[in-house]
């Protein structure tokens, strides 16, 4: 269960970021609610997860799946770049995170 909590924070991670750009864009209320809840609902399944999980290998994890999510969002929903050596970096990003699952 904490492994699922550990990748239920990670989304909530990416939706944080993501509305941190819609943020960014349209500076109104719910874009302020949105972010909160998502950053909220990601520290409270962190928070979870490391309860039975070690802190090194949460935190890694959960950094891995916000940042390499978040650099998908941009390419798919903001049209940031798809060069090959984006994607070579992001799926080593994720690799280490499953390598990480795996020694754990």
């Given amino acids: 269960m904490a ?6 924070a990670g989304l ?3 939706f944080g970021v993501s ?10 209320l719910q874009s302020v609610v949105l ?3 998502g950053f ?3 520290f409270l399944f962190l928070a979870y997860a490391m309860k039975s999980l070690p802190m090194g290998t949460a935190y890694a994890i959960w950094t891995g799946i916000g940042a390499s999510g978040g650099a998908i ?8 770049s798809k060069d090959w050596k984006r994607l070579v970096f992001i799926a ?3 690799g280490a995170a499953i390598g990480l699952k795996l020694v754990s």
């Fill in 73 to 80: 969002l941009g390419m798919i929903l903001y049209g940031e």
């Fill in 19 to 28: 509305m941190i750009n819609k943020l960014h864009r349209d500076r109104n």
């Fill in 35 to 37: 972010l909160i809840i």
């Fill in 3 to 8: 492994w699922a909590s550990l990748v239920i």
């Fill in 12 to 14: 909530f991670e990416m």
């Fill in 92 to 94: 080593m990003v994720l």
């Fill in 40 to 42: 909220g609902a990601s």
